[in-house]
C-alpha cells in the first residue's frame, strides 16, 4: 500500500502541498504545573486528484506536523474527478459525523466550511457544494470527507466492473 501511495506522488508532475487544518493541544497536570502535549492534522494533496490525511502527535507544535506529514504521504489517494468536479452525488461518514458532497457547474467555487474545504482543494476539486450533518469535530470531518472521495467512481471504471456500457442520461421533460 505504500508503494503504491508513493507512486501516485511520483507519477504527478506537480509536487505534493500541505496544510495543516488543526492543532489540537492537550494538557497533563504533573506535579510541577502542566505539561503541554501537541497533535496535528494536515492534509497533504498535488491539487490534481491525489490527496492524504495525516495525523501526527509530540511534545511540540513544528514536530507534530512534520509527523503528520509524513503519516498523510504514506496515506496517498488518487480520486476520481471530471472537470474539477465530482463524478456523483456522495456521502462521507466518519462516526457521527456525516458529509453530502454534490457536483456542482464551473464557476460555482468549493462551497464547504474551512476543514473539508482543505481537503477538497487539496484533492483538485474546484466546484463543489458540500453539507455536514452531525458531529462537526475536525478529525471526524476529515475521514468522512476522505471516505466519500474513495467512494467515488467514474463511468469507465462502472462500465468495466458491470461488463455493460452506460448510456447517456434521458432528457427529463
Do not use: W
Amino acid at each position: 500500500m505504500a508503494e503504491e501511495a508513493l507512486k501516485y506522488g511520483a507519477q504527478s508532475d506537480q509536487p505534493l502541498e500541505d496544510t495543516v487544518v488543526k492543532i489540537f493541544r492537550c494538557a497533563k497536570v504533573v506535579k510541577g504545573g502542566r505539561r503541554f502535549s501537541f497533535a496535528a492534522l494536515v492534509v497533504v494533496g498535488d491539487r490534481n486528484g491525489t490527496v492524504g490525511i495525516g495525523y501526527g502527535k509530540a511534545n511540540e507544535v513544528p514536530q507534530s506536523v512534520e509527523k503528520a506529514i509524513k503519516n498523510a504521504k504514506k496515506d496517498l489517494h488518487k480520486i476520481s474527478l471530471i472537470d474539477g468536479t465530482l463524478p456523483h452525488k456522495v456521502v462521507g461518514k466518519s462516526r457521527a459525523t456525516k458529509v453530502v458532497m454534490v457536483p456542482a457547474s464551473a464557476g460555482t467555487g468549493v462551497i464547504a466550511g474551512s476543514t473539508p474545504r482543505a481537503v477538497l482543494e487539496y484533492a483538485g476539486v474546484h466546484n463543489v457544494l458540500t453539507k455536514i450533518y452531525g458531529s462537526t469535530s475536525a478529525k471526524n470531518v476529515v475521514k468522512a470527507v476522505m471516505d466519500g472521495l474513495l467512494k467515488l467512481r467514474d463511468k469507465e471504471t462502472i462500465e468495466s466492473l458491470r461488463g455493460v456500457e452506460i448510456e447517456a442520461e434521458a432528457v427529463k421533460s
